[in-house]
């Protein structure tokens, strides 16, 4: 790895008078003096900087990456000094249900199954602690496995069983993974229950897990009404959590005396106007809100960029098979709190408006070290998705800093400074400036918009960077998979994207030869939803701008009379809107029948007939699209042809089965243009 050169570029020193910033004359400057003391003591305790891998499948393609790729990706989120230095990492408790942008893999999808080796959460918490061993994870359930339950949509009519189901995840990442879960919540952005917390907290402690902390409730601030009047409540819960909370809390969050945090934040496209947003609540969630901890949506774009939401990762890696990813603006931000602090330190108690607009927080080791973060983002560079940003404005400053108490003796503060250059389009990101005099106790900047400074005593920042990564390249128009793998390293195959139902690596130990690896789905009833699923499972997979293909897969029904499968083309949606997903699908079902469909629904029917195929046998289905026509064959012959397809469209590929049943998947392909 090359550390990036330093920057020296001129900062204003001491209390000299230094140029105004371009435009601005000195005389018009805004000037204001701000006092950094902690003679009075500190104030609340600083709890970390995270992001979320999960809510949902955020992570998908990440783990597809080729060596030495991977690893820089991980570097540049997880390694101390180095990138983004993230303090927390919060994943999805997988509960086989559509969670955003896809499913994740229960570690329990029966009552009588476990198994904590599905999914990639577990890899990925390892690789952060083996970077930071410090790092603090969080665990949080966007979905169920339905016989949680037992018939109903509803987690909390059986608290003893969810509380098992949540304790054995636990339990799990530290019998095989030799994980330490800090930090645990209920439900995520759903209603609460305080019975069924009240459980949980019963079940963690008679586990000895009492150093494992509840948050509650990841959604408003509304569990701070009853906290207020339930004591029980308010003594399991640890961490009042409140989602895209507008930098903003409420007194009754106030008045429960716990930490605050917003516990899921940013979800903003990650372009500099995302990292205005990432840089303006980081330091507002505290300054308006006294939230010590801010956690982002997600950790790293690593799903296909159509779904919903695309690219509001911190990072970007959406392309396993080039190799190429993209370290995005708001990694940069990041680093400015994330590398010059740690949790466990202190914000020192101080208003922290700038005068001039902005903001700025202090903190302390109590050791003597201060770190200082300041941001002047204005307003339509700085929103986030939601909520709705009420205007302000922002102009030019001069600020003075008096440094009192223990940090009067500081001499010398250390600089780092980015420029989101809207107008220009250049933008400077976590630049070392020269180190800033302290003369007598004070300083002065010369502050212009849409900045980001650090400033502290703290010599270890490093702006690191991996060399260059390959080019970007579409999904491979050749593709195959045969599934042929006897230990996989994990559980999914690669590059498909299971958007309902769940697709996992299979041996199918009575097969005599041809089909013992395959790829099968496992979900065989509706979760407990969060999302709307389909009532069809699907995964899909490729280059979303494919208009032509011929796709060709091997299917083995295993539900009897009215089980189904299907591989379509031109697959147009997913994640939470997986339930208006249009295409052609090719059906073929046990009872010896075919459909072709122009939705996952199978409403839109555009032609159907008898296939001879029955359950318990394996076939072949290809599916050609080509222009305004389709049509499909069945073991290598013609069953249906010149179907018009009425709109010339494009999207993924796609396989998947009528209901929530077992069925397998082997030897796919698809050739595409």
């Keep these: 790895m090359r550390c990036a050169a330093l920057l020296w570029g001129w900062l204003l020193l001491g209390c000299s008078w230094g140029p105004a910033p371009p435009g601005v004359s000195a005389a018009a400057l ?64 997988g509960g086989d249900g559509q969670s955003t942008d896809g499913t994740e893999p229960s570690h329990m999808h029966y009552e009588n199954d476990e198994n904590y080796f599905r999914g990639y959460e577990w890899w990925l918490m390892k690789e952060a602690k083996k970077r930071n061993p410090k790092i603090k994870l969080i665990g949080l359930p966007w979905t169920f496995p ?20 949540i304790v054995s995840w636990i339990l799990g990442a530290k019998q095989y993974h030799d994980l330490d879960i800090d930090y645990i919540g209920i439900w995520n ?161 101080v208003d922290g408006h700038l005068e001039g607009g902005g903001s700025f927080v ?112 579409p999904f491979p128009s050749n593709y195959k998979d045969d599934f042929n793998i006897r230990n996989p390293p994990f559980s999914e195959a690669p590059n498909f994207a299971d958007q309902t139902g769940v697709f996992e690596y299979f041996i199918n130990a009575s097969d005599p030869g041809d089909h013992v690896f395959t790829l099968r789905q496992v979900v065989v009833q509706r979760p407990i939803t969060w999302a709307s699923d389909a009532d069809q499972t699907i995964s899909v997979i490729g280059n979303f701008q494919w208009v032509n293909m011929t796709v060709t897969c091997d299917i083995y029904i295993e539900k009897q009379r009215d089980g189904g499968v299907f591989v379509a ?33 199978g409403e839109e029917i555009l032609m159907k007939g008898l296939s001879g195929v029955r359950d318990n046998a394996w076939h072949t289905l290809t599916l050609n699209i080509q222009g305004t026509s389709a049509s499909g064959l069945l073991n290598g012959y013609p069953l249906w042809e010149n179907v018009t397809v009425s709109k010339l469209s494009n999207g993924w590929a796609a396989i998947g089965t009528r209901s929530f049943e077992f069925a397998q998947f082997d030897n796919f392909h698809i050739e595409a243009s």
């Design 362 to 473: 202090a903190l302390t080791d109590g050791l003597g070290n201060l770190t200082i973060i300041i941001e002047t983002m204005t307003h339509n560079h700085s929103q986030c998705i939601r909520p709705p940003l009420p205007h302000f404005s922002v102009t030019p400053q001069r600020a003075t800093f008096y440094l009192k108490g223990s940090f009067y003796m500081v001499e010398t503060l250390q600089v780092w400074h980015s420029r989101l250059g809207f107008e220009s389009g250049n933008s400077s990101l976590f630049q070392q400036l020269h180190p800033v005099k302290v003369w007598k106790g004070s300083f002065s900047l010369d502050l212009n918009v849409d900045e980001v400074y650090t400033l502290t005593t703290l010599k270890t920042g490093q702006k690191c960077g991996c060399p260059e990564p390959p080019p970007p390249q």
């Design 569 to 601: 083309g031109r697959v147009d949606n997913g994640g939470i809107y997986v339930r208006r997903t249009k295409g052609v699908f090719f059906w073929v079902f046990a009872d010896g029948t075919y459909r072709v469909t122009g939705d996952l629904a």
């Design 146 to 165: 339905a016989w949680i339950g037992k018939g109903e949509n509803w987690p909390y009519d059986y608290p003893d069983v969810t509380a098992y189901y």
């Design 189 to 349: 952005e759903r209603a609460f229950s305080s019975k069924y917390i009240k459980v949980l907290r019963q079940s963690l402690d008679r586990l000895g897990l009492r150093n494992i902390g509840i948050i509650a409730a990841d959604g408003d601030w509304n569990i701070s009404k009853e906290m207020i009047v339930d004591p029980y409540l308010n003594d399991a819960v640890e961490v009042v959590g409140a989602h895209y909370p507008g930098t903003k809390t409420v007194p009754n969050a106030l008045l429960t005396k716990k930490k605050l945090w917003s516990s899921e934040d940013y979800s903003t496209f990650n372009d500099e106007v995302g990292a205005g947003c990432w840089a303006r609540i980081l330091n507002q969630n505290y300054v308006n809100g006294n939230m010590t901890s801010t956690i982002a949506w997600n950790l790293v774009a690593s799903y296909y960029e159509e779904l919903p939401f695309g690219r509001c990762g911190l990072m970007t890696a959406q392309e396993p098979w080039s190799g190429h990813y993209k370290v995005e603006a708001p990694i940069w931000i990041t680093a400015h709190t994330t590398q010059f602090t740690q949790p466990g330190w202190s914000y020192l108690q």
């Design 30 to 93: 805004l000037t204001a003096t701000y006092v950094l003391d902690d003679a009075s003591g500190p104030g609340r305790q600083f709890d970390g900087i995270g992001a979320v891998s999960g809510g949902g499948a955020t992570s998908r393609l990440l783990v597809t990456y080729q060596e030495p790729y991977r690893s820089q990706i991980l570097d540049y989120l997880f390694k101390p000094s180095f990138g983004a230095s993230l303090h927390i990492l919060k994943v999805e408790i």
